[in-house]
């Protein structure tokens, strides 16, 4: 099976809002995130974090935008890369884009599960030259194994740097738009912190609250 059959176009206007404190930008598909608080169906969130750090700002921002999606009702598994026994795809096409990976690992018996039933994903993580971490990076090459299974869902971006520049995140975000073509996914919202090099940083600045809003606006 060919992966080009699975491009689509999203084609969904964006909203962005520049945020004080922290270099903080919310950008959110559709309507306002405060219009839409408590107005959507019930969804099944997969949050998917990349860092090896269990205290970190990524961190942080995963576990408000749980409580955020939680607040609204719906149900959410979160799925810590960093910390599981994973493997990366090795391109042996053992799964035929339709099947079982050849590792049974975490991603094998614990993730894709709940991938396979979910109605949206959360892919958060800290910048790592400027893309995504290496344990991120692993789950989404194997979302190979079920690729047509996962078309057509619903994605949020979340990323925290140290960089301040406006450029900072500009690699990171076109590879993510790039999946969500791909995949024919439905972008909600980007939440990116930039000059959020320190737990210290994003805990006074307004991007964890920000993150609990988009979360309750699911």
């Not at 994973?86 to 079982?100: A, E, L, Q, R």
């Not at 194994?145 to 140290?162: N, P, Q």
């Not at 939440?191 to 090099?197: D, M, P, T």
Request: glycine share 12%; with cysteine.
């Amino acid at each position: 099976m060919d992966r080009r059959e699975f491009l689509k176009l999203s084609g969904l206007g964006m909203m962005t809002l520049f945020l004080s404190g922290c270099g903080t930008i919310l950008s959110q598909g559709g309507t306002s995130a405060a219009a839409a608080i408590g107005g959507g169906k019930k969804m099944k969130i997969v949050v998917v974090t990349g860092s090896p750090h269990d205290h970190g700002t990524s961190f942080l921002l995963a576990d408000k935008f749980i409580e955020g999606a939680k607040s609204a009702g719906h149900d959410v598994f979160r799925f810590n890369a960093a910390f599981e026994d994973i493997h990366p795809c090795i391109g042996c096409d053992h799964c035929g884009m339709d099947g079982d990976c050849i590792y049974n690992d975490a991603i094998q018996q614990k993730l894709m599960p709940h991938l396979l039933d979910m109605d949206m994903i959360a892919l958060i993580t800290p910048l790592y030259y400027y893309g995504m971490s290496a344990q991120l990076k692993t789950i989404v090459d194997r979302f190979y194994s079920r690729t047509g299974h996962l078309t057509g869902k619903k994605s949020v971006l979340m990323a925290t740097a140290y960089n301040s520049a406006d450029w900072t995140m500009n690699a990171l975000v076109d590879h993510y738009d790039t999946l969500v073509r791909y995949m024919g996914w439905t972008d909600m919202g980007k939440v990116l912190a930039i000059g959020c090099g320190a737990r210290s940083l994003i805990e006074k600045s307004e991007f964890p609250d920000q993150a609990y809003k988009l979360g309750a606006s699911l």
